[in-house]
């Protein structure tokens, strides 16, 4: 039977590009099949959130020749401090202690997906766009999809079709995955705000009985991810502008003077959501198709782009020795390497947002006085760094790549 392709990545944002880039010239044959146009993607509001990515990312980024185009973009992280709203508990860390340039850096979505988007494009990656999934089926040998571009039906088979989708994941509702769900009836405000006083590259998590309010350095802003319960964002977002920013002031302080807007505000309803399988019949979901995380802590990219490197390092090794990329054997092995740092990573962030989240007398003091001795133990603040800056976790090797 007729194979069109060695690889087909379904999902042309950011897992499924920098996919791509880490299977490019290794004489696998691989497309990207993405349902909306570039312009499309680029207009997009999610375009507008700010990821921080670890230094263990940053390190990912650069070996697939992204980060060079990405560094003059993002903004560093050079001091990171962590406190709990009204105790006096609060943990800092310092790049310069760890040896490091940085903790970690921001920039906005839309940013990096361009610089990505380039370099697939650049890379001659063949891009089958707009075009929408309709169907997939599996045999011994490979996956065929079906799919819809324009109004004209096309067919392609593959040894492997990767679903990197995102959140509404269509890949994995064809597979039937189920995936598990617990509603943390919370809702994320994002914006960006001018400070008074210049942030110095310090990123601040604070915790508070309604959810955490984290302010990220970006530019000479700071991107603001609020979590506040589903009924008070609501009314947040309907409040004019000064009532808002009257509510946020009163939430942080003036360490950073009088804040100002400097963006619209855009709310996301929170939960956990994760997939209760990573793969079936020749297909294997990454990224947020797969997990779908609290924005505490800011782990989501992160643990998507740690899925993109491993799918493919096996992905190469298992081309290398000749064999079949899509065998069953293969995936469950990308599955068990992915499932420690999947559970550590939702875990953590899960455990986080019920801990900071409850205001039991007895809780709150303990918590303190947990930031408290993190703060004044030296290994336990190294441990707390390496897990901030992506370090916890084994780093994919793809090869020597060349750069782009």
């Not at 670890?54 to 560093?76: C, E, F, Y």
């Not at 979505?109 to 990656?125: F, M, N, P, S």
């Not at 309604?210 to 000479?220: C, N, V």
């Amino acid at each position: 039977m007729k194979q069109d392709y060695d690889v087909l990545i379904i999902g042309g944002g950011l897992a499924g590009n920098c996919l791509a880039l880490a299977l490019q010239n290794n004489e696998l044959k691989i497309a990207i099949v993405e349902a909306n146009t570039r312009e499309q993607l680029h207009d997009a509001a999610a375009g507008d959130r700010a990821l921080a990515l670890a230094n263990g990312s940053v390190r990912m980024l650069d070996a697939l020749g992204i980060w060079q185009h990405a560094q003059a973009k993002a903004t560093p992280i050079k001091r990171i401090h962590v406190s709990d709203q009204g105790h006096f508990g609060k943990t800092r860390l310092s790049a310069k202690k760890e040896g490091v340039d940085a903790l970690g850096y921001v920039i906005t979505a839309r940013e990096l997906e361009a610089v990505v988007a380039d370099l697939v494009a650049q890379a001659g990656i063949p891009q089958i766009c707009p075009a929408r999934v309709m169907g997939i089926a599996a045999d011994s040998q490979f996956a065929h999809i079906s799919l819809k571009q324009q109004q004209a039906a096309l067919n392609l088979s593959a040894k492997l079709v990767v679903g990197a989708d995102g959140g509404q994941s269509t890949i994995r509702k064809l597979l039937d995955i189920e995936q598990s769900i617990t509603e943390y009836q919370q809702t994320a405000i994002v914006t960006t705000i001018k400070p008074q006083v210049a942030h110095e590259h310090t990123a601040y998590e604070r915790f508070t009985a309604e959810g955490p309010l984290a302010l990220l350095p970006i530019k000479q802003d700071y991107a603001v991810v609020w979590t506040r319960s589903t009924a008070e964002a609501e009314q947040l977002m309907l409040d004019s502008e000064a009532d808002f920013m009257a509510s946020l002031q009163a939430c942080f302080g003036y360490k950073l003077g009088q804040f100002s807007l400097a963006a619209p505000r855009r709310s996301f309803p929170l939960s956990l959501i994760r997939a209760q399988s990573m793969y079936s019949n020749r297909a294997v979901i990454i990224g947020n198709a797969v997990h779908q995380l609290h924005p505490v802590a800011g782990q989501g990219f992160n643990l998507g782009l740690r899925d993109v490197l491993q799918l493919a390092e096996i992905i190469l090794e298992t081309a290398q020795k000749g064999a079949d990329i899509g065998a069953h054997s293969v995936l469950q092995r990308y599955a068990e390497q992915r499932k420690k740092d999947h559970d550590t990573v939702i875990n953590f962030t899960d455990s986080v947002v019920k801990l900071f989240s409850n205001e039991w007398l007895s809780l709150a003091a303990a918590r303190n006085v947990g930031l408290a001795l993190l703060d004044s133990i030296p290994g336990a603040k190294k441990h707390l760094a390496r897990y901030a800056m992506g370090l916890n976790a084994r780093i994919p090797h793809i090869g020597n790549r060349r750069r782009v």
